[in-house]
């Protein structure tokens, strides 16, 4: 955490979003780190690195890791350059896309963070990434989850399909893309939702689990994490409310895993006996 630290308290403050990836890698790092332990080797691959601050910071907690990232979008990240400096040598990365990474090495633990909903073909992100685990390893995805009728980026209700959504809302997703630069973000979106993944998984030898613990931690992160509550003050307010309602604890329960809003799902290979 004391890379993340120095990079939010240096002279960096003036980079527009700043604030923002460090927020992600942050928790991120609070995410993935029960999949590590300190005196243990692993080798691990981040798919959609940015400039790799999680991967760093992933590093500097577990010294003993072997860490690779993937990044198509080398030119996205250029304004966060500056910082670059303050990240380990030894971190590398690849500037393509998982389509065309051909790696010469199985991982223990392949993840990704907010990149899933971005993918053309999602279907093939685990097939490969199935392929490239050792035969233990973890694939974790975060994610956002459309079953839930809510559009994070845009901040806007999603009415029935993505196409439906976009009649509605044109003019503020045309906004949106302007004003912060991300022409094409809309169309980048798969609207991905929990069931598809899952049904995917059990029906190519590979075991799904959601782990509902992310729930909380994004409850959590709303009321502890003032950039991500401005960024999402919308979901915040209604959070806020329903915990003070007592129905948090009740979404929490089983029958309502698939309409959470936010994923976090570990995908591992069912083994040669695991199958029928
Ligand atoms: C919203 S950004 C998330 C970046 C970073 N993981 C984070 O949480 O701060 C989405 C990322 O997905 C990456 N991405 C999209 N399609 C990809 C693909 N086919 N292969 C690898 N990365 C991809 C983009 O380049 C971008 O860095």
New binding site residues.
């Given amino acids: 955490m004391e890379l993340l630290k120095k990079i939010n308290n240096s002279e960096f403050k003036d980079i527009p979003d700043l604030q923002g990836?460090v927020g992600?890698?942050k928790f991120?790092l609070h995410q993935l780190t029960q999949y590590f332990n300190k005196n243990n080797k692993y080798d691990v691959l981040e798919?959609?690195?940015?400039i790799g601050l999680?991967l760093a910071s992933l590093k500097e907690k577990f010294p003993n890791i072997i860490t690779q990232g993937?990044?198509?979008?080398k030119a996205?990240f250029e304004r966060l350059k500056a910082t670059k400096n303050l990240l380990p040598k030894s971190i590398s990365i690849n500037y393509l896309?998982?389509?065309d990474f051909k790696p010469n090495k199985k991982y223990d633990i392949i993840y990704?963070?907010?990149?899933f909903e971005?993918?053309?073909n999602w279907k093939l992100y685990l097939d490969k990434t199935k392929e490239w685990l050792k035969p233990n390893g973890v694939n974790v995805i975060l994610c956002p989850n459309y079953s839930f009728p809510y559009e994070s980026h845009f901040k806007i209700p999603i009415l029935l399909n993505k196409k439906i959504t976009y009649v509605f809302f044109k003019n503020k997703i045309d906004r949106f893309e302007e004003e912060k630069k991300s022409l094409g973000l809309w169309n980048s979106l798969n609207f991905i939702k929990m069931r598809n993944i899952k049904s995917y998984c059990l029906n190519n030898e590979m075991k799904f689990k959601y782990c509902n613990n992310i729930f909380n931690d994004i409850i959590n992160r709303l009321d502890e994490d003032k950039e991500f509550q401005n960024r999402q003050n919308f979901v915040g307010f209604i959070a806020k409310n329903l915990k003070k309602l007592g129905v948090l604890k009740f979404l929490n329960k089983n029958t309502f895993h698939s309409f959470h809003p936010y994923m976090k799902i570990e995908i591992t290979k069912k083994s040669s006996n695991e199958k029928n």
């Fill in positions: 990836w992600d890698a991120g798919i959609g690195c940015g999680l993937i990044e198509p979008y996205g896309k998982f389509e990704s963070v907010n990149v971005h993918l053309l």
